[in-house]
């Protein structure tokens, strides 16, 4: 089959690799439909992450079954599914309270795994025709038939849209609150959308690039250039000086100023500063346990100069990690289903497998207009198919 394989450091291509196939009774072999390339997937194409070479990247998946094991009972060939990134067992500790980001089966001895990711277990990515899903019944999410016109909408559910929404649940976001959310990246965006669905009385979100800040006011959200100034002391003025009610961080460890260099406490000291005293903050953007690679010798550690006095003085909260996407991608499948969320709004370019390698270096540049990229794998089989059979 076809896979984008990780080479090195801003290298990969689409090459021939073995086939996906089922390894054990509880899996599922999805033909992928749509896959995506996410904010995460650039940690790992810059370098910056341990992910092996050869590895098939891809975490954000949705396709048809084509193979179902023989101890799966609820999945059946010919289903569409949306697959959570995280890949979880089910019965775990973890599993059982919900939080399948953090699974102590799949990945052992760490907790969590996912698809195509540096340190998170040895499964490939569906940045390719097939994609392996293990314990197919707890993971697969089976989409309704309006999936034909909104695949672009529920591929969305594998990872931003659950993860958005977790941003603002970690950050105990209720009807009525002001929120501010750094980074409008593909995940800042859907935690915009996210509190928006759930009442939010004034959404801000923080940027540097104008292609996502408009996106962001489109979304109903006050945009906030950081080019403009300190983007804190926008919030403190335009919330009376009190800061926001809750804030969320989606942009992660290699937050930059606006000179486009890494300056990895910037988000998290924001944060403090534009939310109020006694606010929740969630924190999705991804902070690692090492950063060798990094310029900041405290960040190579893996640690930032955190303003803690300032977050101690103002009894503030701070909730962590990744998304427990299956608590979620159910309800918000019904969201996309009856009309009321359409995640797939931030699309910008909906490209064959072939144009991927391509697609990771516009997306890394932020290249204005590369916003969020869905790739079309079984396209070109089906017209490969297509003209195989004409023959
Ligand atoms: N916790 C999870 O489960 C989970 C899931 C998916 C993605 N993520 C992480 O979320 C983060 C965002 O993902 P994405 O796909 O939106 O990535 P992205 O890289 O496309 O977007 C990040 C955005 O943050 C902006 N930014 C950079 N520095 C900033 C700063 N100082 N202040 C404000 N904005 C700044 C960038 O301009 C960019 O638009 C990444 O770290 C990704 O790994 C976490
Ligand atoms: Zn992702
Ligand atoms: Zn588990």
């Given at each position: 089959?076809?896979?984008?394989?990780?080479?090195?450091?801003?290298?990969?291509?689409?090459?021939?690799?073995?086939?996906?196939?089922?390894?054990?009774?509880?899996?599922?072999?999805?033909?992928?439909t749509t896959t995506n390339?996410?904010?995460?997937?650039?940690?790992?194409?810059?370098?910056?992450?341990?992910?092996?070479?050869?590895?098939?990247?891809?975490?954000e998946?949705l396709?048809?079954?084509?193979?179902?094991?023989?101890?799966?009972?609820?999945?059946?060939?010919?289903?569409?599914?949306c697959?959570?990134?995280?890949?979880?067992?089910?019965?775990?500790?973890?599993?059982?309270?919900?939080?399948?980001?953090?699974?102590?089966?799949?990945?052992?001895?760490?907790?969590?795994?996912?698809?195509?990711?540096?340190?998170?277990?040895?499964?490939?990515?569906?940045?390719?025709?097939?994609?392996?899903?293990?314990?197919?019944?707890?993971?697969?999410?089976?989409?309704?038939?309006?999936v034909s016109e909104k695949e672009n909408d529920y591929v969305m559910l594998?990872?931003?849209f659950?993860?958005?929404?977790?941003?603002?649940?970690?950050?105990?976001?209720?009807?009525?609150?002001?929120?501010?959310?750094?980074?409008?990246?593909?995940?800042?965006?859907?935690?915009?959308?996210?509190?928006?669905?759930?009442?939010?009385?004034?959404?801000?979100?923080?940027?540097?690039?104008?292609?996502?800040?408009?996106?962001?006011?489109?979304?109903?959200?006050?945009?906030?250039?950081?080019?403009?100034?300190?983007?804190?002391?926008?919030?403190?003025?335009?919330?009376?000086?009190?800061?926001?009610?809750?804030?969320?961080?989606?942009?992660?460890?290699?937050?930059?100023?606006?000179?486009?260099?890494?300056?990895?406490?910037?988000?998290?000291?924001?944060?403090?500063?534009?939310?109020?005293?006694?606010?929740?903050?969630?924190?999705?953007?991804?902070?690692?346990?090492?950063?060798?690679?990094?310029?900041?010798?405290?960040?190579?550690?893996?640690?930032?100069?955190?303003?803690?006095?300032?977050?101690?003085?103002?009894?503030?909260?701070?909730?962590?990690?990744?998304?427990?996407?299956?608590?979620?991608?159910?309800?918000?499948?019904?969201?996309i289903?009856?009309?009321?969320?359409k995640p797939s709004a931030i699309i910008s370019h909906q490209?064959?497998?072939?144009?991927?390698?391509?697609?990771?270096?516009?997306?890394?540049?932020?290249?204005?207009?590369?916003?969020k990229v869905v790739l079309k794998?079984?396209?070109?089989?089906?017209?490969?198919?297509?003209?195989?059979?004409?023959?």
């Amino acid at each position: 089959m076809k896979a984008l394989v990780y080479n090195g450091p801003k290298d990969v291509s689409v090459n021939e690799v073995p086939d996906a196939k089922i390894e054990k009774a509880t899996d599922v072999l999805v033909e992928i439909t749509t896959t995506n390339i996410c904010g995460s997937d650039l940690h790992m194409y810059e370098g910056r992450t341990d992910v092996e070479k050869g590895k098939v990247l891809g975490h954000e998946n949705l396709g048809k079954v084509i193979e179902v094991g023989d101890a799966v009972d609820s999945i059946n060939k010919g289903d569409y599914v949306c697959l959570p990134f995280n890949v979880a067992c089910g019965f775990c500790e973890n599993c059982e309270r919900g939080l399948t980001g953090f699974c102590l089966t799949t990945n052992p001895p760490n907790a969590g795994a996912a698809y195509g990711f540096a340190g998170m277990g040895p499964y490939s990515g569906g940045q390719a025709d097939y994609l392996r899903v293990p314990y197919a019944d707890f993971n697969c999410l089976k989409l309704p038939e309006d999936v034909s016109e909104k695949e672009n909408d529920y591929v969305m559910l594998s990872d931003i849209f659950p993860t958005g929404w977790h941003a603002t649940r970690l950050a105990k976001l209720c009807p009525g609150d002001s929120v501010v959310i750094y980074g409008a990246g593909p995940v800042g965006l859907m935690a915009a959308i996210s509190a928006s669905v759930q009442g939010a009385s004034k959404i801000m979100v923080v940027d540097q690039h104008p292609d996502r800040l408009k996106l962001a006011k489109e979304l109903g959200a006050i945009p906030i250039d950081q080019k403009k100034g300190d983007p804190a002391d926008q919030i403190l003025e335009l919330t009376e000086g009190k800061g926001t009610d809750c804030g969320c961080e989606a942009v992660g460890y290699q937050c930059t100023n606006t000179k486009g260099e890494e300056v990895p406490n910037l988000t998290m000291n924001w944060l403090v500063k534009s939310v109020k005293a006694t606010g929740n903050i969630g924190v999705v953007g991804v902070f690692v346990a090492k950063d060798p690679k990094a310029e900041d010798k405290l960040a190579k550690k893996g640690e930032l100069a955190f303003d803690f006095g300032n977050f101690w003085f103002k009894g503030q909260k701070i909730r962590t990690g990744q998304a427990n996407v299956k608590a979620y991608n159910r309800k918000l499948r019904e969201l996309i289903h009856v009309g009321k969320a359409k995640p797939s709004a931030i699309i910008s370019h909906q490209l064959d497998l072939s144009e991927a390698p391509n697609a990771y270096k516009n997306f890394d540049d932020r290249k204005n207009g590369w916003t969020k990229v869905v790739l079309k794998p079984a396209a070109a089989g089906q017209s490969k198919r297509k003209a195989a059979s004409a023959r």
